[in-house]
């Protein structure tokens, strides 16, 4: 099995930054994909970030500009730096890890993590 580790997160003011790593353990043979997806009070999950084995990037639409995605392949981790945040950031992220395991090679598998509180308000 894979667990994904989180930790960041908090209580932030508008316009400040906010970081959140993710790391990933088990049996991985490869990691295809991994990344951020938040889920505001009330709202569907959508993707906030995600970057993928050859270091493609693919961010949310509000969060390009503000957020950087960045992942460290041999320790199967990825960062998300969050920059001038505002209210509307507000929600629980998720880290994804899309993957393949040593003992199934060819079939991937996804999970995801517990979730961290991201709060911004003044």
Known sequence: ???????GGGLVQPGG????SCAASGSIFSINAM????QPPGKERELVAVILNGG???YGNSMKGRFTISRDNGKNT?????DNLK???T????CRADYELWTN??????????????????
């Open 1 to 7: 099995q894979v667990q994904l580790v989180e930790s």
């Open 17 to 20: 930054s906010l970081g959140l």
């Open 35 to 38: 990344g951020w997806y938040r």
């Open 56 to 58: 493609l990037t693919n």
């Open 78 to 82: 990825v960062h998300l730096q969050m």
């Open 87 to 89: 209210p509307e950031d």
């Open 91 to 94: 929600a629980v992220y998720y």
């Open 105 to 122: 090679l060819g079939k991937q598998r996804t999970t995801w993590g517990q979730g961290t509180q991201v709060t911004v308000s003044s």
